[in-house]
């Protein structure tokens, strides 16, 4: 059992064959696949995905590069949405200063405004963070201080994490899993290979992010989600641990952060 915690299968991309690159994923092990939105369209495209395939589940929310367009409007429109039971979180929501595609107050705004559906809805939170570690994580640090949440269930996923072994303990402790992409499978991404290393397996998720960030061995290729088991290994390897117990391990966190108590057991999540 393998989970990729977060794709874009919705992704024009996957139009030509996307039946297939399920099946080739299936094959190569992935037995359910959390299907996340960028925007409004997406987002729907996503639970519509989830609505037509038992082991795909959706993440609907609005990317920083679109936050411009968050409003009262796209929040109840969100919330409508999250009555979905395959919708299992809000996202992907953040920070990112990388491109700034809209103005850093209108990120923020919509970021806070997603925290605040998450916890309302008791539903965890997928961040995206490029090019702000320091307010991401005070940002995400002031919600968390300031909205209850169940004991001991965790808060949501930094996914595609790319800051360093203390900023990874630091989400942990706020109860946040980090997701680790292809990414570690790159010869110069020492930073990252640390983290995969260093954290507790049950706070690791893996994920393709695929169309994007294929495995070294596929560099320029589409990234799908049967190429999971190459970063599988690879975080296997970095830790001296078995795959099938990264695969079973990563597989339970994930489950254990989007309530996907019918594809691992309860019990197990």
């Not at 059992?1 to 399920?22: E, N």
């Not at 959390?34 to 519509?48: E, I, K, M, N």
């Not at 993440?59 to 919708?87: C, E, N, Q, W």
Request: hydrophobic content about 40%.
């Amino acid at each position: 059992m393998l989970v990729d915690a977060h794709c874009h299968l919705q992704d024009q991309r996957f139009d030509p064959d996307r039946l297939q690159v399920l099946e080739r994923a299936r094959a190569a092990g992935v037995g359910a696949l959390v299907v996340v939105g960028w925007d409004l369209p997406s987002s729907q495209r996503a639970v519509d995905l989830a609505d037509d395939h038992p082991d795909i589940y959706a993440v609907i929310g609005i990317h920083p590069h679109f936050a411009s367009s968050y409003d009262g409007r796209v929040g109840r429109t969100l919330r409508r949405m999250a009555l979905s039971a395959k919708v299992v979180g809000i996202g992907e929501t953040g920070l990112d200063f990388y491109r700034n595609l809209s103005p850093p107050e209108a990120q923020r705004r919509a970021f806070r405004a997603q925290l605040e559906l998450a916890a309302e809805l008791r539903l965890p939170v997928v961040v995206h963070s490029r090019n702000a570690d320091e307010e991401t994580y005070a940002l995400i640090r002031d919600h968390c201080l300031r909205s209850p949440w169940p004991q001991g269930a965790p808060r949501g996923q930094m996914h595609c994490f790319a800051g360093d072994l203390t900023l990874a303990l630091a989400y942990i402790e706020l109860g946040f899993l980090i997701s680790i992409p292809a990414t570690c499978t790159y010869p110069r991404n020492e930073r990252l290979k640390a983290v995969a290393q260093g954290i507790p397996l049950r706070w690791l998720t893996v994920e393709t992010d695929s169309p994007y960030l294929p495995p070294q061995g596929r560099r320029g290729q589409r990234n799908e989600p049967a190429f999971l088991p190459e970063t599988v290994q690879a975080i296997a390897a970095l830790r001296s641990e078995d795959y099938r117990k990264v695969a079973m391990g990563t597989a339970q966190a994930a489950a254990w952060l989007f309530g996907l108590g019918d594809i691992m057991g309860a019990d197990e999540a």
